[in-house]
Nanobody, 119 residues
Framework: VQLQASGGGLVQTGGSLRLSCVASGVNFRRDDMAWYRQAPGKEREFVAAVGWRGGTFYRDSVKGRFSISKDATDSTVYLQMNSLEIDDTAMYYC??????????????WGRGTLVTVSS
């Protein structure tokens, strides 16, 4: 499995970015996908997940601002991020794994893409 994330960059508060993760070796009809992030000096945290059936889940702080989606035709998972805030600054990672009862268990990680939100 290989996960290649891209789309990060520098954006002002209130701006938008769309992250992409191209997944090879992943079966979108079986595997669940997620985005995590890790800010400097902090632990990696769950951001959003999309199940193989299409159900989506988000951490509370991004609900209403972020949207996760997937396109099986090009094996890509997206994270649309709107109304970005300073606290969204982090390295964002794509993951493949299993979405259980209220929790995502990652099995594979991709390299991160850096999102920096400035005032």
């Amino acid at each position: 499995v290989q996960l290649q994330a891209s789309g990060g960059g520098l954006v002002q508060t209130g701006g938008s970015l769309r992250l992409s993760c191209v997944a090879s070796g992943v079966n979108f009809r079986r595997d669940d996908m997620a985005w995590y992030r890790q800010a400097p000096g902090k632990e990696r945290e769950f951001v959003a997940a999309v199940g193989w059936r299409g159900g989506t889940f988000y951490r509370d702080s991004v609900k209403g601002r972020f949207s996760i989606s997937k396109d099986a035709t090009d094996s890509t998972v997206y994270l649309q991020m709107n109304s970005l805030e300073i606290d969204d600054t982090a390295m964002y990672y794509c993951a493949a794994g299993r979405l259980g009862l209220g929790a995502f268990s990652p099995n594979y990680w991709g390299r991160g893409t850096l999102v920096t939100v400035s005032s």
